[in-house]
């Protein structure tokens, strides 16, 4: 955890200014948009079955009581 966090704490603006830079030449101005938008509805669902998951938790304490 720690070794990330230095590498992440190294990574300055311009440093995401280029990585960002980097993204759009690879996928190209057309292809960026579906990219988030796919990675939107990932994130959409993994809060989805998170929220779900505690639920279900929720629901198993209830029924021990």
Do not use: C, H, R, S
């Not at 311009?14 to 990675?39: D, N, R, S, T, V």
């Not at 669902?45 to 929220?51: G, I, L, N, P, S």
């Amino acid at each position: 955890m720690n070794a990330l966090y230095i590498f992440l704490g190294m990574v300055g603006p311009w440093q995401w200014i280029i990585i960002g830079l980097a993204i759009l030449l690879l996928f190209g101005g057309k292809k960026l948009p579906e990219l988030m938008k796919g990675l939107g509805g990932g994130i959409k669902e993994f809060k989805k079955a998170t929220k779900d998951d505690e639920d279900v938790d929720d629901t198993k304490i209830e029924d021990k009581k």
